[in-house]
């Protein structure tokens, strides 16, 4: 399923910046944001974009993420634990160039957030809207927190295979056209 253009940048002369968003920054997001900021690294485009992950709830401000999740990184040679819990905020629309939720009630609360709503039909998106497997209606990340190790390993391989996806058109973007 082919997904949206990505927006342009803000402003050409900075970083783009990307953050993701789940409900509580100690789960899906921080996954999605270790995974994507590495998937930028690995396409050499590290100094152009920066990779932020925040929540939707207060719950867990300041707190690392959860150790399941952790743990599922660093089983995949990951290394999450400088992360700390943010809380997803309308300033975040003035520092940020493009906006993924980890699922619909994500997305309706960061779209109700935003300045205007041509800001948030242009700069949100699902974030599996980027998963070359993701089908019409199944465009969730589903939340591990209350099951058990397995749906972060499952959450993993979406996160994976959805940042290669991602990182990819990240490049063709801030490549800018094809030279005539």
Same mark, same amino acid.
């Given at each position: 399923?082919?997904?949206?253009?990505? @927006?342009?940048?803000?402003?050409?002369?900075?970083?783009?910046?990307?953050?993701?968003?789940?409900?509580?920054?100690?789960?899906?997001?921080?996954?999605?944001?270790?995974?994507?900021?590495?998937?930028? $690294?690995? +396409?050499?485009?590290?100094?152009?974009?920066?990779?932020?992950?925040?929540?939707?709830?207060?719950?867990? !401000?300041?707190?690392?993420?959860?150790?399941?999740?952790?743990? !599922?990184?660093?089983?995949?040679?990951?290394?999450?634990?400088?992360?700390?819990?943010?809380?997803?905020?309308?300033?975040? *629309?003035?520092?940020?160039?493009? *906006?993924? +939720?980890?699922?619909?009630?994500?997305?309706?609360? !960061?779209?109700?957030?935003?300045?205007?709503?041509?800001?948030?039909? #242009?700069?949100?998106?699902?974030?599996?809207? *980027?998963?070359?497997?993701?089908?019409?209606?199944?465009? $969730?990340?589903?939340? @591990?927190?209350?099951?058990?190790? #397995?749906?972060?390993?499952?959450?993993?391989?979406?996160?994976?295979?959805?940042?290669?996806?991602? +990182?990819?058109?990240?490049?063709?973007?801030?490549?800018?056209?094809? @030279?005539?």
């Amino acid at each position: 399923m082919p997904s949206e253009p990505l @927006p342009p940048p803000r402003d050409p002369d900075l970083p783009y910046r990307v953050v993701l968003v789940c409900l509580g920054n100690i789960c899906r997001s921080p996954i999605a944001q270790v995974v994507l900021r590495a998937a930028v $690294e690995r +396409a050499g485009l590290a100094r152009q974009v920066g990779i932020d992950s925040s929540g939707t709830g207060d719950w867990h !401000v300041g707190h690392p993420m959860d150790r399941r999740a952790a743990a !599922v990184l660093v089983g995949r040679g990951y290394d999450g634990s400088e992360h700390r819990a943010q809380q997803f905020t309308a300033r975040w *629309f003035d520092e940020h160039d493009l *906006f993924l +939720a980890m699922d619909q009630s994500n997305y309706r609360d !960061v779209c109700a957030l935003a300045p205007d709503p041509e800001t948030a039909r #242009e700069r949100v998106r699902l974030f599996r809207a *980027f998963d070359p497997r993701a089908g019409e209606g199944d465009l $969730e990340v589903p939340d @591990p927190y209350y099951g058990g190790d #397995e749906g972060f390993g499952q959450v993993l391989a979406i996160v994976e295979r959805t940042a290669e996806q991602l +990182a990819e058109e990240l490049a063709e973007l801030l490549a800018g056209p094809a @030279p005539q």
